[in-house]
Antibody, heavy 117, light 111 residues
């Protein structure tokens, strides 16, 4: 059974940093691209970033490019999102998703990031 | 990059059918999309992905009451025999080589 378990969320001050993790199990992690998608309170889904199987290809939404870095450790079956220079508008639930044939076909339960002073 | 347009809300009666629409922006009418369901307080759940042929593949365990179709730039999600648990937000998703886009979502109310 595919499982994606996000962690690392919490309360952080504006300008601060946070690193999210997504522990994957139930599938061969190294053979699937992965994405981060966020959802601000009461809002819709917003794509954040995608990483290729090897980690050699990384892609970002304009809203986070230059501040967020996606990475993965295939030996640990774990996806990461390093978030720097956080802003109030980054407040959201962050989901990791497994891509199959390019679509987000499995989702984690999400982790809440709150940026506030 | 493509833009996906969805109606903000829809409603239908218990036991009836409803057809939700996701419209691709001009110049992107051939893009493949996926549909997701998000029940209140829960994570999104993949429902189906359209293929180049116009057919679609559903996720594991997705009810036969959910089906898809398309016409031009429009992609449809039809839910038949509506149940109370179908009350949820529905999002469409598309992508290209370097970006991914979600529609604004349709909030479905089951009356």
């Amino acid at each position: 059974e595919v499982q994606l378990l996000e962690s690392g969320g919490g309360l952080v001050q504006p300008g601060g940093s946070l690193r999210l993790s997504c522990a994957a199990s139930g599938f061969t992690f190294s053979t699937y691209a992965m994405s981060w998608v966020r959802q601000a309170p009461g809002k819709g889904l917003e794509w954040v970033s995608t990483i290729s199987t090897s980690g050699g290809g990384t892609y970002y939404a304009d809203s986070v490019r230059g501040r967020f870095t996606v990475s993965r450790d295939n030996s640990k079956n774990t996806l990461y999102l390093q978030m720097n220079s956080l802003r109030a508008e980054d407040t959201a639930v962050y989901y990791c998703a497994k891509l199959i044939s390019s679509a987000c076909q499995y989702w984690g339960q999400g982790t809440l990031v709150t940026v506030s002073s | 990059q493509p833009v996906l347009t969805q109606s903000s809300s829809a409603s239908a009666s218990l036991g009836s059918s409803v057809k939700l629409t996701c419209t691709l922006s001009s110049g992107h009418s051939s893009y493949i999309i996926a549909w997701h369901q998000q029940q209140p307080g829960k994570a999104p759940r993949f429902l189906m992905k359209f293929e180049d042929s116009g057919s679609y593949n559903k996720g594991s365990g997705v009810s036969d009451r959910f089906s898809g179709s398309s016409s031009g730039a429009d992609r449809y999600l039809t839910i038949s025999n509506l149940q109370s648990e179908d009350e949820a937000d529905y999002y469409c998703e598309t992508w290209d080589s370097s970006t991914r886009v979600f529609g604004g979502g349709t909030k479905l109310t089951v009356l």
